[in-house]
């Protein structure tokens, strides 16, 4: 009954020295965040101090005496919200260690415990007793980056042709930039940025939207504009980039702080105009299709099937040429040589003059004609799978929404057999159509 006992009291201990490992581990998972939170709050301090000193320098030899006071308020600003946000690390830092430490001492209690000889029952009955008064399953919360202060200064270069009563009112320190990126989202060859504002009080005018390879060398301009979402192309798969957003104010000229940066990727691969069809050029990317010798017809197919359910096919219309009806924008089962159009089986497609054909038969309902700038998008998604009522063979349905020019039409596309992923195409009759696919 002993040795059953001393078993069990083994084996507790053991599961006990597991969950502190885990506990530590996972404190110290925490505590790496809260480093990052703590960096995050003392690097943009000292960058705001930074900006704020060099921006007042610059201005002194006009209005010294103002300006010198007006840096010191701003600088005990800066040192009250660090000193204030920074208090609140400190305390979650202190009982993150204590953490750790009791974590080690209970391992330390433990080691003890199971080295000793059979028939030394209590140092495994102090050991579990203390395990269980322990709460190994106890996580303090660590706060994420955008949730903590990242100060910054707001400064306006035309001041010194303002009046002196402004010169107290010149400034201003906020805990964090007006706007944040919200969302990142993977596309074939690019990355959705979805951005919000986190400050209710700013009222936005623009969005500048940049990004880099790597987190490493300069950012690039990817967006300048009023709406709160972009895709950026021509991203390589599987490779980190940065990405960061900052807006303008109503009726102002200078832009806010940036973002806090956000590292995206994206896994899929590019979509891909398949090379060699005579009539049609492609870009280096081969995501650019032009069609520039009507000579020859035929479909111009993806490389690949690269599109699969539950994604946006989006095409933009470039440059546009003459209308013909058979003309076609879609997505196929198969790649078929033979055909000039994907107006036919296996295939959904809109025409330049805006009818949708399904399977080669055409909708009653249709969307306006396309023209340069058009956006066309198919989503799709599977619906059901199962038998008939008119045979036993497994049939796939798939719901397709086709959209241009702020309208859709969305119709049920029957499929035989599974169908994981998709081909598209497009055809033109007349030359100048210049087609991008993402």
């Known amino acids: 009954m002993e040795e059953a ?8 201990a053991k599961e006990s020295m597991e969950a502190a490992r885990n506990y530590k581990k996972e404190l110290q998972q925490r505590l790496q965040g809260l480093t990052q939170a703590r960096r995050q709050i003392k690097e943009s301090a000292a960058q705001t101090r930074d900006t704020l000193q ?22 005990q600003q800066v040192e009250a919200i660090e000193r204030e946000n920074i208090k609140p690390l400190d305390d979650c830092q202190k009982l993150l260690e204590h953490g750790v430490s009791t974590a080690e001492d209970l391992l330390r209690d433990g080691e003890v415990a199971v080295s000793c000889k059979t028939g030394e029952l209590e140092n495994l009955c102090n050991f579990t007793n203390k395990a269980l008064h322990i709460q190994l399953d106890s996580l303090p919360e660590v706060p994420l980056l955008v949730d903590v202060p990242c ?34 989202i993977e596309r074939p060859g690019g990355i959705l940025v979805k951005w919000c504002k986190v400050d209710d009080d700013f009222v936005a005018q623009d969005y500048r939207l940049q990004y880099r390879k790597n987190s490493s060398g300069h950012f690039e301009e990817a967006y300048v504009g009023s709406e709160c979402e972009f895709i950026v192309l021509q991203i390589d798969p599987n490779v980190d980039y940065q ?65 699969f359910p539950g994604q946006t096919l989006t095409f933009r219309v470039e440059t546009a040429g003459q209308l013909d009806k058979r003309d076609s924008i879609g997505i196929c089962v198969e790649k078929e040589s033979g055909y000039d159009s994907l107006q036919r089986d296996k295939a959904v497609c809109i025409s330049t003059s805006g009818a949708v054909y399904v399977n080669g038969k055409e909708m009653t309902n249709q969307l306006p004609p396309v023209s340069p700038g058009s956006t066309i998008t198919f989503d799709m998604e599977i619906v059901n799978l199962g038998p008939t009522n008119n045979n036993d063979s ?11 020019s702020n309208r859709e039409v969305v119709f049920d596309w029957l499929l035989e057999q599974s169908c994981d992923s ?5 055809s033109f009759f007349h030359p100048c159509w210049k087609v991008l696919v993402f």
Not at 5 to 12: A, F, G
Not at 422 to 426: A, I, P, R
């Open 5 to 12: 006992e001393l078993d069990e009291l083994l084996l507790e």
């Open 54 to 75: 060099q921006h007042f320098q610059d201005m002194k030899s006009g209005v010294s005496k103002m300006m010198d006071e007006r840096l010191v308020i701003l600088l």
């Open 151 to 184: 100060l910054s200064a707001q400064l306006d270069d035309s001041f010194l042709s303002v009046a002196r009563d402004n010169i107290s009112k010149h400034g201003t320190v906020a805990s964090r930039p007006p706007v944040q990126i919200e969302e990142l």
């Open 243 to 307: 990405f960061r957003v900052c807006a303008r104010g109503d009726g102002r000229q200078e832009w806010s702080p940036w973002s806090v940066p956000q590292l995206g990727y994206t896994c899929l691969i590019p979509h891909e105009w398949n090379p060699g069809l005579e009539g049609y050029s492609l870009s280096s990317r081969r995501n650019i299709a032009l069609r520039n010798d009507t000579s020859c017809h035929g479909v111009l197919y993806s490389k690949t099937a690269t599109y």
């Open 394 to 404: 497994l049939y796939q349905k798939h719901r397709v929404t086709i959209g241009s």
């Open 422 to 426: 998709l081909y598209f195409g497009c």
